[in-house]
């Protein structure tokens, strides 16, 4: 009854576990080592491992899984140096590994714990060692996602490249056009803000000196002026006189100054934008825009054939002078 209590133990280790290791266990001899533990096969278990730990080929897991399944059975079959080197073994792969004591019996869970005792020092540098790793493929892995989502940043705008045109746009400006006023030469160089100011200045100031033209006009009154004639006696002779009544002196003045005033004003405005514009202006103007490439024709016979092109119709001009009854003339003659 005492024997067959370490069995039962061992076995109840081994059950909890069982399920979820057998659903990731990558080689198919490891789940058949543990059913061969379970049912208490030790020795063929301690020598299956060990030659199948030997072929190599193993992950990590399914190599610590072998380790621990060596080891334990070593320590059953009571083996001590096979429990020592797999146990050692499963630690160096695992510094941080332990032994459930619910379901491990207490013997083995205390011959592990004084191994790992044994080895604390060395378990300590495979620890710093193992997070160095860790920390170097974490670093690694996320070295290759920046590699990953640049190369398909780069993919995606070569195919959005690939999928435009560059359209440059010449813009011939004419030099003659920056001494017209109201802003003219600011708009044809698309200085659209300042042309609006040159354009607003100079109407207001030009209609401000219209009406006061206007206005200073309409203060004229006429008047005839009947005058005797020297040289008869009998005749007589009229004069017209315009002239502006003294009491309108001072509308007279206000309307003159108005008048003046605007004028200047808008002479002085349209001379600085006439310099202004020529202080900016250019010949020529190159824009480029980019635009979607235009899909080909899915049908090829869309596309004008060559002879189709040789065959087209063509437009001749001819010029020619004829004789007149009064002189000369001239015809001109299109053939399609």
């Not at 370490?6 to 076995?11: D, G, K, N, S, W």
């Not at 009544?245 to 003159?256: F, L, M, V, Y």
């Not at 480029?288 to 040789?310: F, Y």
Request: aromatic share 8%; glycine share 6%.
């Amino acid at each position: 009854m005492s024997r067959c209590l370490p069995l039962l133990f061992t076995a109840l280790m081994l059950l909890a576990p069982a399920a979820t290791v057998a659903q990731d266990a990558g080689d198919p001899e490891v789940a058949a080592l543990r059913a061969s533990f379970e049912y208490g096969k030790y020795a063929e278990v301690l020598d299956r491992a060990g030659s199948r730990i030997d072929r190599g080929g193993l992950d990590e897991d399914d190599l610590v899984e072998l380790h621990k399944l060596a080891g334990l059975a070593a320590f059953n079959l009571g083996r001590t140096d096979d429990a020592h080197r797999h146990l050692r073994a499963l630690l160096r792969l695992d510094p941080d590994f332990s032994l459930d004591p619910f379901v491990v019996p207490p013997p083995a869970v205390a011959f592990f714990d004084t191994l790992k005792a044994e080895m604390d020092t060395e378990l300590d540098f495979l620890r710093q060692e193992r997070r160095l790793r860790q920390e170097r493929e974490k670093a690694e892995a996320e070295r290759r996602e920046r590699e990953r989502l640049e190369a398909e940043v780069q993919r995606r705008r070569a195919e959005e490249l690939a999928s435009q045109v560059t359209v440059r746009t010449v813009e011939k400006r004419n030099f003659l056009v920056n001494f017209v006023p109201f802003g003219a030469g600011q708009f044809q160089q698309g200085r659209t803000s300042l042309g609006i100011v040159f354009a607003a200045t100079e109407g207001v100031l030009a209609v401000t000196s219209i009406i006061s033209f206007f206005a200073y006009e309409g203060l004229f009154e006429e008047r005839t002026i009947d005058l005797d004639n020297v040289l008869d006696p009998d005749g007589r002779a009229s004069v017209t006189v315009r002239y502006i009544p003294t009491n309108r002196a001072q509308q007279r003045d206000t309307w003159q100054l108005m008048k003046l005033s605007s004028a200047a004003g808008f002479y002085a405005i349209y001379a600085a934008g006439v310099v202004d514009a020529l202080l900016h202006h250019e010949d020529q103007v190159v824009r480029s825009t980019v635009e979607p490439r235009a899909e080909p024709p899915a049908d090829a016979s869309a596309r004008p054939t060559t002879s189709a092109r040789a065959t087209a119709p063509k437009t001749y001009t001819r010029v020619g002078l004829y004789p007149t009854p009064g002189g000369l003339g001239a015809g001109l003659t299109l053939s399609f």
